[in-house]
């Protein structure tokens, strides 16, 4: 697997532009503001009701997304690192192989569009090797640096914006020049996010979404 990871122990391969706008897709299922923004719009809150639901289908479908993404990300190692049991497993085989170790409700082994989304972007000339292990970090930090604004609270709003700020310094204002250690250490303190801000939204083990 070395040729499709970043050489050192330091370094991680992430799709960073996408952590902007997978960043503010986060507010759109924070109760406080949207019941903030529900006072903009009609100043009548949203029913409690209402946000459950919307809490436990963003659940439901963050961990349907990790589940399926988490496959396509080690088949796409798999493929391209030849990580094929012995000399006679197909490809169809190793993909079936990883499916049934990775999902709950694996696809027909004669399912071949799994294969055919791991090496599109591979073999498009995009240039980057493992897309979705990347995305999904992208996912991971985008979710970690969220966390960061929820500990702090909606009302504290000097917080916010000294968090803001920083965000700006180290993840917009450089664009394509940004460095992904640079801006977990400023925001998060580390030199790569952990996965609990993420774990966090999955669906808890009774069933219920996340608050």
Request: no cysteine; aromatic share 8%; charged share 25%.
């Amino acid at each position: 697997r070395d040729r499709y990871h970043a050489p050192g122990p330091e370094v991680w391969p992430i799709e960073l532009e996408e952590v902007p706008s997978l960043f503010m897709e986060q507010w759109l299922y924070e109760p406080d503001f949207l019941q903030s923004l529900a006072q903009l719009s009609n100043g009548q809150p949203i029913p409690e009701e209402t946000l459950e639901k919307l809490s436990l289908k963003r659940a439901l479908d963050k961990a349907d997304w990790v589940l399926g993404n988490s496959f396509l990300a080690e088949l796409e190692l798999a493929v391209f690192a030849n990580e094929r049991q012995d000399e006679d497993e197909s490809l169809v085989g190793l993909k079936h192989r990883i499916a049934e170790t990775h999902l709950a409700d694996p696809p027909p082994k004669n399912d071949l569009m799994p294969l055919v989304e791991v090496m599109k972007l591979s073999l498009s000339g995009y240039g980057k090797f493992v897309s979705h292990y990347r995305y999904m970090m992208a996912e991971v930090l985008s979710t970690a640096l969220f966390s960061e604004f929820m500990k702090v609270g909606m009302s504290d709003r000097d917080a916010l914006g000294r968090l803001g700020s920083e965000l700006r310094k180290t993840l917009l204002e450089p664009g394509p020049f940004a460095d992904s250690k640079q801006v977990a250490k400023a925001m998060l303190g580390v030199d790569k996010p952990s996965t609990e801000a993420l774990f966090s939204q999955l669906p808890k083990p009774n069933g219920s979404g996340t608050s």
